[in-house]
């Protein structure tokens, strides 16, 4: 057991938490706070960290003044400096709530049924009238805090966070150094409340502080890849001022923030709590400056952690001049959903390959280049078409289709390639290196598929499947020079999709087959499509069961909106639950973008779409595109193993 009893000098704050601001029953300076026994009050304070276990309320505190060992203190309990701080603003009255400054932000915000997932951070900022002090709370816990309760015990008890553990810590700054929301700008957070003075004043002019406003603006860091590092000092109210460190990341990089940017930063060595498990970076030894991993489990008084159960990322620096703490909402995690980590199989590869899905050696970035690296000149000579429910610099995605892809050629040899996919606002052309789109896109949150074919662009097919299922077609361009790849663009089926005109009837339904363009080994293609509102069940008993009329295993994860298995032999439709496992890496439905089917049965058929079984999709045009390839309906029968699958009972 690792014991935690000791707190390092200096503190550093990995933004990728969140910030928050509090006030006093009487409106004030605000400063973090802390339980004064000797008097029974509380008492103004320069920094204090709270840590919170599992499944309950114990929590043990360490503070500027009593920093040699932890206190135990119930986290909702009156004395609890959380609940001292908070109450700064939280007992006010209306009048003088309205006098405060705060900001509030977190990717777990109250009322939200999920997490949001484009930052991690979570904290609270506030600050009153007086002294020109503001406290800044840097925390891991979702749904918090939650200003429309009555009280401080009350905002912490609609949290709902006893079940794990974690960590809250309060620094004391000055108000006027807007640092902490530069920083935060840099995490993208998610700020769920704000409020500006309501009296001009110090208070008002430090909240319009230019750093400030951008992080409540629109705006987010210009570069796919950038971050921000600095240091300040605590207000010393009352103890001596320990320095601060900061540092955030927007963005991709290609390896943990640990090794990316804080030994940079810190240049210094580092333990990061961090669990055990397939998804942990594994320790970095080999250079001069190293990161071991802390597996735990550690003890706090009678409190056992570990990080399963933990939302706290911790660090600690080894050696050196500093003795740095960091605090986090990340650690040195990395999966599939939230990356850039990706697999590849091929006519070439039989087995899963590892790839960065933008590294210059991604068959993605490969595929793409063709057109996005291209000259001017030879560009408005190609022939492209890009489809999506959720097309670039839109907002939401649009419900009147499901199907997202990539169509284009060029001049020679008659192939064109079509990239089916699953991603949202994907793909951006006016990029012109295919390694930054999924910079652009949302992408790294989710995990998601591409499949690309090649085929004689004289086929279209794949053209009349689009007209049913009512793509949104957000960009086309016809090869402006007269000749074959003009001619096959304007083929009657792809013009009709370019038009106003729709499949007639409401229960329209389209299936067609053609080939790939190899000579040697072509596969066959299926696309099946549907479109109109007036299919009572999902498509795969609907339309896709009734046309192969075969067995299939559909990815469907689990819940009250996913259809059943359907088990009616000789048709049978079982779902994968999962999670699945590729490599290293384990795929949850909820993070998954892509829904893919096999045909469990001699038929070596593996279909994708952007469709499951969803009840609330049902009337949504939707189709699949199978190809028949034995290694690949092999590899993903493996994935749908029995023991993740509601077998149907023979």
């Given amino acids: 057991l690792f014991t935690f009893n000791t707190i390092m000098k200096t503190l550093f704050v990995l933004f990728l938490l969140g910030i928050q601001l509090i006030v006093e029953t009487k409106i004030g300076q605000f400063v973090c706070r802390r339980h ?18 599992p499944d309950g309320t114990d929590s043990y505190v360490i503070t500027d003044v009593n920093n040699t060992e932890w206190h135990y203190v119930p986290v909702d309990n009156v004395t609890s400096p959380l609940i001292e701080t908070i109450d700064q603003y939280v007992t006010l009255s209306d009048a ?35 002294s020109g002090y503001a406290f800044w709370l840097v925390h891991t816990i979702s749904k918090f805090p939650n200003f429309h309760e009555a009280n401080s015990p009350a905002v912490y008890a609609f949290a709902q966070a006893n079940e794990k553990a974690a960590m809250i810590m309060c620094l004391s700054i000055e108000y006027q150094n807007s640092m902490w929301a530069k920083v935060a700008y840099y995490e993208d957070p998610v700020v769920f409340y704000y ?42 109210v009352p103890s001596d ?24 930063t810190l240049k210094q060595s580092l333990r990061v709590w961090t669990g055990r498990g397939p998804h942990i970076f594994e320790s970095l030894c080999n250079t001069n400056i190293t990161i071991e991993n802390v597996y735990g489990e550690m003890m706090i008084g009678q409190s056992t952690f570990s ?73 408005i000579e190609a022939a492209v078409l890009a489809y999506n429910n959720h097309p670039p610099f839109i907002r939401r995605s649009l419900k009147s289709s499901s199907s997202k892809g990539f169509i284009a050629w060029g001049a020679e040899a008659g192939k064109a390639i079509w990239v089916i996919h699953t991603m ?194 049902v009337d949504i045009p939707s189709g699949v595109v199978c190809i028949e390839q034995p290694t690949v309906h092999s590899l993903f029968t493996t994935l749908a193993a029995d023991s993740i699958t509601k077998i149907c009972k023979r």
């Fill in 307 to 379: 990080a399963a159960v933990d939302t706290a990322r911790w660090s600690i620096s080894k050696v050196g001049v500093g003795k740095y703490f960091c605090l986090s909402n990340s650690g040195r995690e990395y999966k599939l959903a939230d990356g850039l980590d990706s697999f590849v199989i091929s006519d070439t590869v039989a087995q899963w390959a590892a790839v960065a899905v933008n590294a210059a050696t991604s068959p993605t970035v490969y595929t793409f280049n063709q057109y996005l690296a291209a000259k001017a000149a030879d560009k």
């Fill in 241 to 264: 001022p320990a320095n601060i460190f900061v540092a955030a990341k927007y963005g991709s990089f290609p390896r943990d923030m640990y090794m990316s940017l804080i030994i940079r």
């Fill in 424 to 617: 949202d606002k994907f793909v951006n052309l006016e990029l012109v290196d295919s390694t930054t789109l999924f910079n652009y896109a949302p992408l790294q949150d989710k995990a998601g598929m591409l499949m690309c074919l090649t085929f004689s662009y004289n086929l279209n097919e794949w053209a009349e499947a689009l007209l049913y299922e009512d793509a949104v077609i957000y960009f086309w361009q016809m090869p402006k020079t007269p000749g074959a790849t003009q001619t096959a663009f304007a083929a009657p089926a792809i013009q009709k999709l370019l038009s106003k005109e729709a499949p007639r009837s409401h229960f329209s339904k389209y299936t067609k087959t053609m080939t790939t363009a190899s000579q040697t080994a072509p596969v066959k293609i299926h696309t099946i499509s549907k479109f109109g509102n007036n299919f009572s069940l999902d498509m795969y008993i609907s339309l896709i069961l009734k046309i192969l009329y075969k067995p299939i295993r559909v990815w469907t994860g689990e819940g009250t909106n996913i259809q059943p298995s359907f088990c009616k032999p000789p048709l049978l439709i079982e779902n994968v639950v999962g999670p699945i496992n590729i490599g290293d890496k384990e795929i949850n439905f909820r993070q998954d973008t892509a829904r893919w089917s096999i045909v469990n049965d001699t038929l070596n058929l593996f279909c994708l779409s952007t469709v499951g079984r969803e009840k609330e999709k």
């Fill in 36 to 53: 004064d026994y000797d008097k029974n009050a509380a008492t103004y304070t320069d920094w204090w960290i709270q840590y919170k276990g």
């Fill in 96 to 130: 003088d709530k309205a006098e405060a400054a705060l900001v509030a932000y977190n990717s777990f915000p109250p009322y939200f049924r999920r997490p949001i997932s484009q930052s991690s951070s979570r904290g609270v900022v506030g600050w009153g009238d007086e």
């Fill in 195 to 236: 409020r500006s003075p309501q009296t001009a004043g110090p208070t008002q002019d430090a909240f319009n502080a230019p750093e400030i406003q951008t992080l409540l603006g629109d705006s987010f860091p210009s570069l796919p890849s950038s971050y921000y590092s600095s240091s300040m000092k605590t207000a010393g």
